[in-house]
């Protein structure tokens, strides 16, 4: 005999697959996110590590700042420095000059000739005085020319005076120092 059952039998019903179109994107998506936090984290330790490396080289260009200026200023002092040691060391050789020039003078200048005034401007020797006679000034003047400090000597002038009724001569001379 055949059986026929009529009561409804309840059958599960077969779950719909999931379109594998989604299932890729959903990989996809999580996928690209964790891509996205990783290269997220990455880069912003790598800014973190830049802007140190930045704040570590303004605090050293600062430090290097202070010391440029440092022997700037070292520098500004040893030039200061160096010009007042030429500055001393010219005036001591120039000290020595007139007295080796006045003692020249002195030397070369015979008896009965005396100086008034003597002005000396650079190497340039200018001499007023009296004499005696006039062959004490002329004597004087080849005095000069022999001597080994001085050069260009010139008798610009010598005439007769008198001082205090004493018959005089007045003589300008003028000469340069050998260098």
Do not use: C, H
Request: glycine share 4%; charged share 25%.
């Amino acid at each position: 005999m055949i059986k026929v059952n009529l009561i409804p039998l309840k059958r599960k019903k077969k779950p719909k697959q999931i379109p594998t179109f989604l299932i890729s994107m959903v990989i996809f998506a999580v996928v690209t996110g964790v891509v996205m936090v990783y290269l997220f984290f990455f880069f912003n330790s790598r800014l973190d590590m830049k802007n140190a490396q930045f704040a570590k080289n303004e605090k050293t260009i600062a430090e290097l700042k202070e010391k440029i200026k440092a022997v700037e200023n070292f520098e500004e002092l040893n030039k200061t420095f160096k010009q007042r040691s030429d500055i001393i060391e010219q005036l001591s050789k120039n000290k020595s000059v007139p007295v080796m020039i006045l003692g020249e003078i002195s030397k070369l200048m015979p008896v009965g000739v005396w100086l008034q005034t003597m002005t000396v401007a650079g190497g340039n020797i200018n001499i007023e005085g009296y004499g005696f006679t006039n062959s004490d000034i002329v004597l004087y003047v080849d005095n000069i020319k022999n001597s080994k400090q001085f050069t260009d000597v010139n008798l610009l002038e010598s005439r007769s005076a008198t001082y205090e009724n004493v018959p005089l001569y007045v003589f300008k001379l003028t000469f340069k120092i050998k260098v």
